[in-house]
């Protein structure tokens, strides 16, 4: 008699080893779920490969084969089947059971199950993964189907792995190999659970759920399933010999769950239970859905085609970040890191993550997290920045793995849009793809065809969009501002971030600014002696083309030129503050115009300077207050408009927001020269324009006045010329620090005009967080900056250079 379903971790007990390596790796203890290169870390063999330019000397773990090898005793119930279920191989793998193949594997993106009953031993096993160089696989699958351009010289285009595992223009090259998911025995009989796929949605106040159940079986016997929600229960037949059913579970005056800013979360457990039709359990599924309805309003309009996330029938401004791997070894990203993360980006008043195709289909960890918190997150199917095969191998594993995502995905209410790649489309349009092509295949059949069917078919409940861009129409450019998606790169590459100003993108889902890390984390990092913008150490994390050109031309356009590291590090930080903020605050100001921001990137893998608004250690850069204050609900913001400065407010809440706001115009020295008031009422989600009159909007000396607007708590400032050009006076100020509790107040009221003060306290001790920064303030005004997480033996330097910075500090040459 058959014994119930159970399942088995195999975690422990693993080894690694290669042949023929530069240091001897035999029999090195190895994590499961883990990956080499933090194995040989973990043993000492390997110099950490994230600090300095350790990277360079560890080329050869990812041309290396690797073997892993455990033991483990099977005393055998006598069931009908005995699987091996892998949740995910990176990447090319053969699986040997006490000497006999059991499987092969060649795509990350996948789980698999192999039948063990032909090679288990009752008693001790032996089990053997060997995993191929994934550049070996690459190199064949180049001479079978053909190379294809890409953005990078790197066979990522080649092989189902994490693309930028190969490095990008802010990652680092370290070609993982390992058992990077959980792995398991799984011993059932009759039947067991195989897929379970519910689509929910709500009308009205009725939640529905149509529950698509698949079952494997050992034996042909009729089956139930029972799904369990809110206190209803719904049975369905498996009759005898099938394999599937449908269950239609209706849930009576359901809570929606909503994007964070427009309601609440509720998340409603579902338990679905397959049994005999004698009642006995065969296995069960468990997770928390939410009841919600999403769409894509595209209908073209005067303007060209909009691309507005719709949920619950309300078009929601989308808020979003750019979502890349936390760590390029991704089997270090535990759920609490992520949820620092997350927290990182709702205090940032971030409403949507756009999980970017060069890396992964996020974990359960990270879609529970947005559900929770009502992030709306927004899964690019993994295609990134180059030509793809759209022969075998690649057409059925892209099949495969596509079928199992949307429906491993399926159950979560943060996922609302899949996109097909990112960049591919405009890639080739405009990146000299197809001469180099002569015709070969690129990715349009996946795109166009496999993948959309595939999304129509599996989970008809989110909207499919083929591309990042993609402007919805094939008879358009695919990166047309005026048409669904755009990416502008134009602003970092090549000109001015002034001229984000130029147009209005109807949805921008990439643009972004560069910017080094915290100092804290250079100095982890790094050690280089001195510091300086190309120092060995910040050279080798510095991946983007002409990386350091473009921060410098940057600061050349608006600030003072630094004369030291020091200046630098604190003006190229302000400098992609305000390049951003000047971005979104120009985009918002023409809401509903344009319906979203997708700023280039939260976070980033590793210690690196990039576009990130959280650097490599967790610290947050400059740019992040600046995102937290650009996507306020709130919003007040001074824009060029024809006539002169207008005063703009955007309200992105549901209540009138109503304010008087005063709008000064000021002399350096913080004397009022004009002065309006305007009684504010902006509607719920929308934004006004109020022009100001021209003796506050016309200054008498441009380099010698600012415009400074306030309503409520809000504030905004607008200067006539640019930073480099005005004769700021020395900073002068008075500091009080405070020790209170565990924190720290620093009080600086100021004695000249001082220019975004930014306060860096992890200079002092890495620990040390504050709570604002980019604090402009007039003669006699003052701020207060809070820092946490200190233990100061000089508590005065929170106040003093190169801790405390304005722009007016900077030594005029
Ligand atoms: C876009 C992204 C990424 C890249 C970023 C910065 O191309 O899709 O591939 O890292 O710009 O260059």
């Not at 897929?195 to 698509?212: K, N």
């Not at 100092?519 to 280089?528: F, G, K, Q």
């Amino acid at each position: 008699m058959a014994t119930a379903s159970s399942m088995v971790r195999l975690h422990r007990g693993w080894t690694v080893s290669a042949r023929d390596t530069p240091v001897e790796v035999t029999g090195v203890p190895a994590s499961v779920p883990g990956c080499v290169h933090t194995d040989l870390l973990a043993a000492g063999l390997i110099e950490d490969p994230y600090l300095d330019d350790n990277e360079d000397r560890l080329a050869w773990i990812g041309r290396t084969r690797w073997e892993y090898r455990t033991g483990f005793e099977w005393a055998g119930p006598g069931d009908d089947r005995i699987d091996l279920v892998c949740a995910g191989l990176d990447t090319v793998a053969v699986l040997e059971l006490n000497g006999v193949e059991i499987g092969r594997t060649a795509n990350m993106h996948r789980g698999y199950r192999f039948d063990l009953r032909s090679a288990l031993n009752h008693g001790h096993n032996d089990l053997k993964i060997t995993f191929d160089s994934a550049y070996d696989y690459t190199a064949a699958m180049a001479r079978q189907v053909g190379a294809r351009p890409g953005a990078y010289d790197e066979p990522y285009n080649l092989i189902r792995k994490m693309a930028c595992n190969f490095g990008w223009d802010w990652g680092p090259t370290l070609v993982t190999a390992g058992i990077w998911q959980p792995i398991g025995l799984h011993s059932w009989s009759t039947a067991r659970l195989a897929q379970v796929r519910p689509l929910v949605t709500v009308d009205g106040a009725t939640g529905r759920i149509e529950l698509h159940v698949e079952v494997e079986r050992a034996s042909a016997e009729a089956l139930t399933v029972t799904a369990e929600i809110d206190g209803i229960t719904v049975i369905g037949a498996v009759p005898a010999g099938q394999i599937t059913t449908v269950l239609h579970v209706e849930v009576p005056d359901v809570r929606r769950w909503w994007p964070r800013g427009y309601g609440e979360q509720p998340l409603y457990p579902l338990r679905v239970v397959l049994a005999t039709g004698g009642g006995r359990e065969l296995g069960r599924w468990e997770r928390r859905v939410g009841f919600r309805t999403v769409r894509l309003d595209t209908a073209p309009d005067a303007h060209g085609t909009p691309y507005t996330v719709v949920v619950n029938d309300r078009p929601v401004y989308v808020k979003g970040v750019n979502w890349i791997p936390d760590d390029t070894f991704v089997t270090r990203i535990t759920r609490e890191r992520l949820a620092e993360r997350f927290q990182q980006a709702c205090a940032a008043n971030i409403n949507y993550l756009r999980v970017w195709g060069g890396g992964r289909y996020e974990s359960e960890d990270f879609y529970e997290l947005a559900d929770e918190l009502g992030l709306m997150v927004g899964q690019d199917f993994l295609f990134a920045c180059a030509a793809y095969p759209e022969e075998e191998p690649f057409a059925a594993e892209v099949a495969a793995e596509a079928r199992e995502q949307v429906v491993r995905l399926a159950s979560h209410p943060s996922l609302v849009t899949w996109t097909g790649n990112n960049e591919n489309i405009w890639g080739f349009a405009d990146w000299g793809w197809p001469e180099r092509l002569q015709g070969r295949s690129w990715g349009a059949g996946f795109y166009h065809g496999l993948l959309p069917s595939i999304v129509a078919e599996l989970d008809p409940t989110r909207p499919y969009w083929p591309g990042s861009p993609w402007s919805g129409r094939d008879d358009l450019h695919p990166n047309d501002p005026d048409h669904g998606t755009t990416h502008l790169w134009e602003v970092w590459n090549r000109i001015d971030y002034t001229h984000y100003r130029d147009s209005v993108p109807r949805f921008v889902a990439e643009f972004g600014f560069q910017a080094p890390p915290a100092y804290a984390t250079l100095r982890r990092a790094l050690r280089d002696e001195p510091l300086a913008s190309d120092s060995p150490g910040m050279r080798h994390h510095q991946k983007a083309i002409d990386g350091d050109l473009k921060l410098r031309r940057g600061l050349d356009a608006h600030l003072p030129l630094p004369a030291d590291f020091d200046d630098w590090h604190y003006l190229t930080q302000l400098n992609q503050a305000r390049a951003i903020s000047l971005a979104l605050e120009h985009f918002r100001s023409h809401t509903p115009h344009n319906m979203g921001a997708i700023v280039w990137q939260l976070n980033d893998c590793w210690p690196v300077t990039s576009w990130a608004a959280v650097d490599g250690d967790g610290r947050r850069k400059p740019l992040w207050h600046a995102l937290r204050r650009s996507f306020a609900p709130h919003l007040l913001t001074i824009q060029p408009r024809p006539d002169g400065p207008a005063l703009v407010a955007v309200n992105d809440t549901d209540q009138v927001w109503t304010a008087q706001a005063v709008v000064t115009r000021h002399g350096l020295g913080g004397d009022a020269l004009a002065r309006t008031e305007v009684a504010l009422a902006v509607a719920p989600r929308s934004a006004v324009t109020v022009p100001l009159p021209a003796d506050v909007a016309a200054c008498g000396d441009r380099t010698g006045e600012l415009l400074r607007a306030t309503a409520g708590e809000e504030t905004a400032l607008w200067f006539f010329a640019e930073d480099h050009e005005i004769d700021y006076p020395p900073a002068r100020y008075e500091a009080k620090v405070v020790r209170g509790g565990t924190a720290y107040e620093v009080t600086v009221t100021a004695g000249t005009i001082l220019r975004d003060l930014v306060l860096s306290p992890d200079r002092l001790d890495p620990a040390a967080q504050v709570d604002q920064a980019l604090v402009t303030l007039l003669p006699g005004e003052s701020a207060t900056f809070t820092v946490t997480g200190a233990a100061l033996g000089d508590p005065a330097a929170l106040a003093a250079r190169p801790v405390l910075r304005c722009v007016n500090d900077i030594a005029r040459t």
